[in-house]
């Protein structure tokens, strides 16, 4: 504010204390508008990655075909047969119960991959898949 308001008296012989308030107000905002864009940009294009693998997201000793092991004839039942659909909800609340990697939270990563949005609504994507790629 007061580099433009030497600026007014210098370039157009407008003395600071004439400049409406309003207007000084405006300019400071514009001020700190501008400075902030510019500290969050240079910290968007100074952010470093960490570059992850898959493989590195699941947990060790975690498994969750584990509770169909011994089930040789469950490909061969048919989508409709009872006992597909029960070891499907089996299969379905181990993917949901599912521990995490809590090394990763809280850092910047990137990882190979391309995002399906599963559920979006006017503020952006709420749910997507994260599918790899290699």
């Known amino acids: ?22 207007l000084r107000r405006r ?15 240079t910290h968007a294009w100074a ?6 693998v898959w493989h590195q997201l699941v947990p060790s000793g975690w498994n ?4 169909l092991r011994g089930l ?8 409709s047969d009872p006992r597909a659909q029960a070891m499907m909800d089996k299969l379905r609340s181990a993917w949901d ?7 990763f939270d809280g850092h910047d990563v990137r990882i190979m991959g391309y995002v399906v949005p599963l559920e979006s609504g006017p503020s952006g994507i709420r749910e997507f898949l994260l599918v790899p790629y290699f």
């Open 47 to 52: 952010t470093i990655y960490q570059d992850i």
């Open 97 to 103: 119960e599912a521990p995490t990697v809590s090394s």
């Open 72 to 79: 040789r004839s469950f490909t061969r039942l048919p989508d």
């Open 64 to 67: 969750p075909t584990q509770s």
């Open 27 to 41: 300019m400071v905002l514009v001020y700190m508008a501008c400075t902030l864009a510019l500290v969050w940009s």
């Open 1 to 22: 504010v007061h580099l433009y308001s030497y600026y007014l008296q210098q370039a157009h012989g407008i003395p600071p204390l004439l400049i409406p308030g309003a």
